[in-house]
């Protein structure tokens, strides 16, 4: 018998037996030990970190089919009942296992079973309370869509909107997409986003996820909880759910052909603000669930803040009576914003000095150009994010960026200030790439009676995470 570690669709490593010698039962039987064999190799594996990094959370998804990774994906979150946190997130497997490691508390766990056709479905498990390094066993029915009704309490135990303290990292809540009445697939991604953005970083930056679409189930579990059918001990507080600093939200498309895309924005949840964005286009037969991952990372990133690194690359040609001219103007800029709170910025601005390079002048005339001069300017740049979800960039160039030479013909002195590459007129100074950045062709340029210039290059747009 081998062991064989293979990661997880969102890191999480499982252990699979390879090589296994038939085990003396059959059918159902069978299938019921070998389940019980997966679940303890995941414990197994996972007793050792846990005892650092808190509890071990698993259990299996009954009562359901878990779709092959062909044909759909299954998840489960550990949601802490008090301050509405996902806390972890894990894929499920085909024989229904699944493993987390959460700090001791109290949690439920959701399960959501998203096939790559038809509707989504979502159960969730009672709560539970983790302690010490013992592991929790958790099994999620997916009969059990919902926790038995009890009477309901005072108004004065629902304030579910409370603020919370909470360290600086950004607390987020995933909106299902909407889309056609069917709309089982914007379901299916919002889950998908959510589940990919759980435990994920940004250079220093670690996103929080509170639950929103699913969090009556929560408060509903809850008020069973604290029903006389349990133990008081173990009575769940209410009114300290985290406030939600981001919202993530949008809209989603299906083509005839069975192609998708999806346009999503991050708004800050205070003002109302789009602060990001992102759109993805899947074409028929295309892994949607792979680009709902994509997805998730790049939203991240824009939910930690970051900067933009800006490239600038241009050439200019200049064409005139007496001579030609050309150079090249490459600069880098790096363009950062300030963000309100634990809201990322939606507005960056960057300017540096920057020169023309490598200026050449080549006469026409039969005289010599001598004492080249290319004094630096300034590049100034502005980006904003749209109520689109798009990033809007304008740029300038001061009328300092231009190079000059003296020219030398024979028996007469030098004349100063024979103009060469300048950035006159540039095309275009306003565009909007995707949020995460991208290319845009610039030219343009300014010519009359055959004398001027003209331009010919690109600049790149690149976000970049914290650092």
């Not at 059918?27 to 996972?46: E, F, K, P, Q, T």
């Not at 759910?241 to 895309?261: F, H, Q, W, Y």
């Not at 295309?286 to 939910?303: N, P, Y």
């Not at 007496?322 to 809201?343: I, K, P, Y």
Request: aromatic content about 4%.
């Amino acid at each position: 018998m081998s062991r064989e570690v293979l990661p997880g669709r969102t890191g999480s490593m499982v252990a699979r037996m390879t090589d296994t010698p038939s085990l003396p039962v059959a059918g159902a039987s069978r299938r019921r030990l070998w389940g019980l064999v997966c679940l303890g190799v995941m414990l197994a594996a996972g007793l050792g970190a846990a005892r650092a990094d808190g509890a071990v959370l698993a259990g299996r998804v009954g009562d359901g089919r878990i779709p092959a990774p062909a044909a759909g994906a299954a998840s489960v979150r550990a949601i802490n009942p008090v301050t509405g946190l996902v806390v972890a997130a894990a894929d499920v497997k085909r024989n229904g296992a699944w493993l987390m490691r959460v700090p001791n508390g109290p949690y439920t766990v959701l399960a959501t079973v998203a096939p790559r056709a038809g509707a989504p479905r979502v159960a969730i498990a009672p709560i539970v309370r983790v302690r010490g390094s013992k592991p929790a066993k958790v099994r999620v029915s997916l009969k059990r869509t919902r926790a038995p009704k009890v009477r309901r309490r005072a108004a004065s135990e629902l304030g579910l909107l409370a603020a919370h303290a909470t360290p600086s990292a950004p607390v987020v809540g995933f909106r299902y997409l909407t889309g056609p009445s069917a709309n089982n697939r914007g379901k299916s991604v919002a889950d998908l986003l959510l589940t990919d953005t759980v435990g994920a970083t940004s250079g220093r930056c670690a996103p929080r996820v509170r639950e929103l679409e699913h969090i009556d189930l929560v408060n509903a579990e809850i008020s069973f909880s604290n029903s006389r059918y349990t133990d008081p001990a173990t009575r769940i507080p209410r009114g300290q759910l985290l406030k939600i600093d981001l919202l993530v939200e949008g809209s989603i498309a299906e083509g005839a052909d069975g192609s998708l895309s999806w346009n999503v924005k991050l708004r800050d949840a205070a003002s109302g603000k789009i602060v990001g964005g992102d759109t993805t286009a899947v074409p028929a037969g295309g892994d949607w669930i792979e680009a709902a991952s994509q997805t998730a990372a790049r939203l991240v990133d824009q939910m930690c803040g970051g900067t933009y690194d800006i490239n600038v690359n241009l050439r200019t040609d200049g064409t005139f009576a007496t001579h030609v001219a050309s150079g090249t103007l490459n600069a880098t800029l790096t363009a950062t914003g300030a963000g309100t709170g634990r809201t990322p910025p939606s507005t960056f601005a960057a300017a540096a000095a920057a020169g023309y390079e490598g200026v050449t002048f080549a006469s026409t005339i039969g005289c010599a150009y001598v004492n080249v001069l290319a004094p630096q300017g300034l590049l100034a740049f502005d980006l904003a994010i749209t109520p689109a979800g798009r990033l809007a960039v304008s740029w300038e160039g001061t009328a300092a960026l231009q190079a000059s030479a003296s020219v030398l013909c024979p028996e007469a002195p030098a004349i100063p200030g024979q103009v060469g590459p300048s950035l006159v007129a540039p095309t275009p100074v306003r565009f909007e790439l995707p949020v995460e950045g991208g290319s845009q062709a610039v030219g343009g340029g300014f010519t009359s009676g055959g004398d001027g210039w003209t331009h010919a290059g690109t600049i790149t747009v690149t976000r970049q995470p914290p650092r």
